[in-house]
């Protein structure tokens, strides 16, 4: 068995994951891991599967556009090889929530993605959320995944200086922080 | 991953509703500290001081960077002075009391607590000493913070001490007189006091606690406040049905439980960070002179025109009891005073109800039956009789004994000044009207001194 990973794109409507996943089933693929989302009515999703031996990539992806297409379904699809490697920084990371809010702006993200990659940091999961401050307002989380040694308060300064310049307020805190609020676990 | 509504609540927390850890205390025992040498017995506290605390204000800021939650207080409690400095007499006592001041200003900490001395049963030589030292050691030290406990539930009311107490708040208030009776602010006299308060001016480390452990104190009034507006604002239930004072109580605890978890996992962290156990979460909402931080002001939002009106007593119950609840839940370490404190000037709102007339010391009185602490931060006339004092002391007191809980007091009587002036403090003391103390002698009651007996234990209606 080798694994893939299929992802695919297009507009959401009931029954888009139960034609897909038929099709994966038929292609002889066990699915092992699903990540889902709709975005502004665009159904998007990773399907990371277990294929018979001798599947290539390519014929997985031509028999899955088919199918899709005879169920008309109207999605964009891509398979590649997936590996189990994760990027880990060349060192052990720990999990970090970045807020940054302020008035809505093109290019807020670049912004202060780039001081992310700076430092090697990744972006594990960004969830943008407008309007709910008020209009033209905005709320970037990342999530992010932070080299320990880093200098949190350089880290903390620089995306500051970034946040400010463009009247933005930005929050650096653990996960942990959020976890122990909110949820209740046994240990 | 996070949900949307995780992050943007403590968002909110922390920058509209005045969320922090409002102080990590070191507790430091002094017991191998001992000695019948006063220089050796001070050289040994400043050396053990200065091994443990000194890097107590920079972990505390490291961590409170960390999760981006400030820890705005850094604090010192030491074993009873009284105890340890047993062989001194006051003049040894007011040195002490300044090695201790410049500990704590060498360790960076603004409060330094224990010069404490537990007289509910009687006094001993370093008992007296201590107590007699007190307005010196008051006017002359700015961190150090005293505590006498004269009365507990198991042995009854001390009333020599307390009568002594009466005459010392009046001489400490007058020793600082310059700062409007300042020392005083400095000085709780306790009904059972508990052994791991990280609050101040009640904070000591008492004898059956570990050679050094971090006690944390999590406040949070303004985050009880918007939580409890925005379900009045809701104007029903989770389950869409009529909002009641049981839902009420079910919102402050579930708030109770959050921020009681902020100060555990600081707390827990900090004390890792520097090798030392971990001792309690004390969940008080304690609030601070600033707007929107202000316990009062959770009594308008339970339906109250202010903080005095009738129903104050039954609120402060609700809530007392819904914060305990939540922090139970959220801490297996939970101690110190845990509850709801009243004091009139460091609250903005209950000072404002203190200050038209809306509050009296009657009403706090009666209030403190039923909160965490008691009479708090009350600036009361500069000319009332040390007896008067005495028999507010002794009514506190008795409210702790019967009722097995802490109570306290903490008077200023302002030099100089009378009902209807104000006295400023500063900083997280606030300022104060002078509230009126009840007409009356109670000096004839106060001069048999002697002991109010320990309550019977059975029988209780």
């Not at chain 1, 594990?124 to 320990?148: M, N, Y």
């Not at chain 2, 508990?194 to 303004?222: C, H, K, R, T, W």
Request: proline share 5%; with cysteine; net charge negative.
């Amino acid at each position: 068995m080798q694994k893939y990973t299929a992802s695919f794109l297009g507009k959401d409507c009931p029954g888009v994951v139960a034609t897909v996943s038929r099709l994966l089933g038929e292609a002889g693929c066990n699915i092992v891991e699903v990540s889902q989302t709709i975005l502004a009515g665009q159904f998007a999703a990773i399907f990371a599967v277990q294929a018979p031996d001798g599947l290539q990539p390519v014929t997985l992806r031509l028999q899955l556009c088919e199918g899709l297409q005879a169920a008309g379904v109207d999605l964009s699809v891509l398979v590649r090889p997936a590996t189990d490697e994760h990027w880990s920084g060349g060192s052990d990371c720990e999990p970090f929530v970045i807020s940054v809010d302020g008035p809505d702006q093109p290019g807020l993200i670049a912004l202060m993605s780039r001081v992310f990659a700076r430092h090697r940091i990744n972006i594990e999961s960004l969830k943008a959320i407008l309007g709910e401050g008020g209009e033209h307002h905005a709320l970037f989380v990342f999530e992010v995944q932070v080299p320990e040694s880093i200098d949190l308060g350089r880290l903390r300064r620089e995306l500051t200086c970034e946040a400010q310049s463009r009247s933005l307020r930005v929050s650096v805190q653990h996960r942990d922080i959020f976890e122990a609020v909110h949820r209740v676990s046994p240990t | 991953m996070l949900s949307e509504r995780e992050v943007t609540s403590i968002l909110n927390m922390l920058r509209n509703e005045h969320l922090d850890v409002r102080t990590i205390t070191l507790g430091v025992s002094l017991f191998d500290c001992v000695s019948h040498d006063l220089d050796l017995f001070i050289g040994n506290v400043q050396a053990k001081l200065r091994r443990y605390a000194a890097q107590l204000v920079h972990v505390c800021n490291e961590v409170g960077d960390r999760y981006g939650i400030p820890v705005v207080n850094k604090r010192i409690s030491v074993s009873p002075i009284a105890v340890v400095g047993a062989p001194f007499g006051p003049d040894g006592m007011v040195r002490i009391c300044c090695a201790l001041d410049a500990a704590a200003q060498e360790a960076g900490v603004d409060f330094l607590g224990g010069f404490t001395a537990l007289v509910e049963k009687g006094f001993t030589c370093g008992d007296r000493a201590l107590i007699e030292a007190l307005p010196e050691a008051l006017s002359q030290t700015e961190r150090i913070c005293s505590s006498i406990n004269v009365a507990s539930s198991r042995s009854g009311i001390n009333m020599d001490a307390v009568a002594l107490m009466g005459e010392q708040i009046r001489r400490t208030a007058q020793a600082t007189a310059d700062r409007g009776g300042i020392g005083c602010a400095k000085l709780v006299v306790f009904a059972n006091i508990p052994q791991d308060v990280p609050f101040m001016a009640g904070a000591y480390l008492g004898v059956g606690e570990p050679d050094v452990v971090i006690n944390v104190g999590v406040s949070g009034p303004g985050v009880v406040r918007k939580a409890i507006d925005r379900a009045v604002a809701a104007g029903h239930n989770n389950r869409g049905g009529r909002l009641t004072l049981l839902d009420l109580a079910e919102v402050i605890k579930r708030t109770a439980y959050k921020v009681t978890r902020v100060g555990e996992i600081i707390g827990g962290e900090v004390a890792r960070r520097l090798g030392i156990p971990f001792g309690v979460a004390d969940l008080s909402l304690a609030p601070t002179p600033a707007v929107g931080d202000s316990v009062g002001e959770i009594f308008q939002s339970l339906g109250l025109s202010s903080i005095g009106a009738p129903g104050s007593t039954a609120v402060l119950a609700m809530l007392n009891d819904a914060v305990k609840k939540g922090g139970a839940f959220a801490s297996s370490s939970v101690g110190g005073l845990s509850g709801a404190f009243i004091p009139v000037s460091e609250d903005s709102s209950i000072e404002a109800a203190a200050t038209s007339g809306l509050l009296s010391l009657e009403k706090l009185e009666a209030m403190t039956s039923v909160c965490s602490v008691g009479l708090d931060m009350i600036a009361i006339p500069g000319d009332t009789p040390a007896t008067s004092i005495a028999g507010l002391i002794a009514d506190e007191m008795a409210i702790g004994m019967i009722n097995h809980k802490t109570t306290a007091v903490r008077v200023i009587p302002v030099p100089g000044k009378g009902v209807g002036e104000a006295v400023s403090f500063g900083g997280l003391l606030g300022k104060a009207a002078i509230m009126s103390v009840p007409q009356g002698d109670a000096s004839a009651f106060i001069g048999f001194g002697g002991r109010i007996p320990a309550p019977i234990h059975s029988l209780k209606n």
